[in-house]
């Protein structure tokens, strides 16, 4: 996480804090009045730089969508090594406290592009591309793919990993396995984001 500048952890200690007193984060309003922004753009803008430097992540279309990126035991997103996101809870933001297992000691650097994430692998539907049930995959977080690149993909609630193809308004994500069938998107109509691309596979056991 780059650092902060004293006003920017400022707010993030006062969202912080109305998590711990009040179970959510603060409003934009609410942030304007704790430091006298004239603006709710000021805190918009503060919001921003927070989420573009790892310290939190905002959930588009909900006033109070923000949360505090860190993982399990209080470490926070400084921490050394990848976090590790199991099973991604329903609507939620990948890195989201919830979906974070531990932290792996591995260097990001090691991954072209460099991976911000690992995500344990369920299910066998990519073993023919080598990626197999309880694998780590690094992740590099981007909402941009290209053909044939696998990627990690959010269907409406569903996280998965899968070939990425598109043609037009369709996108197909192909299974690396015989026994599964490709997933079919039309853009237009069903809500689907990428969350991420694949840059390496970690084998937490032998095979």
């Known amino acids: 996480m780059e650092p902060l500048t004293k006003r920017q952890a400022e707010i993030l200690a006062l969202i912080r804090k109305f998590l711990a007193e009040a179970g959510r984060p603060p409003t934009r309003a609410e942030i304007c009045e704790a430091f006298g922004f004239s603006s709710p753009n000021a805190a918009e803008e ?26 399990p035991r209080g470490m926070d997103a400084a921490e050394p090594g990848l976090p590790v996101v199991g099973r991604v809870a329903a609507g939620s933001p990948i890195l989201a406290e919830e979906n974070v297992e531990e ?19 369920r299910g066998h539907s990519m073993r023919d591309a080598g990626i197999l049930n309880g694998d780590l995959l690094a992740v590099h977080r981007t909402s941009e793919a290209t053909s044939g690149q696998i990627v990690v993909a959010r ?53």
Do not use: C, W
């Open 46 to 71: 503060h919001l921003r730089t927070l989420a573009r430097k790892g310290a939190i992540e905002m959930i588009p279309g909900l006033s109070r969508g923000i949360r505090v990126l860190k993982t």
């Open 103 to 121: 932290r792996y000691q591995v260097d990001a650097r090691l991954f072209s592009p460099g991976a911000d994430y690992l995500l344990r692998v």
């Open 155 to 207: 269907l409406d609630s569903d996280v998965t990993v899968k070939r990425f193809q598109r043609r037009g308004h369709t996108v197909r994500l192909l299974p690396e396995n015989p026994d599964f069938e490709p997933i079919e998107v039309d853009l237009r109509r069903e809500p689907f984001a990428i969350e991420g691309i694949g840059v390496g596979v970690i084998r937490t056991r032998p095979r």
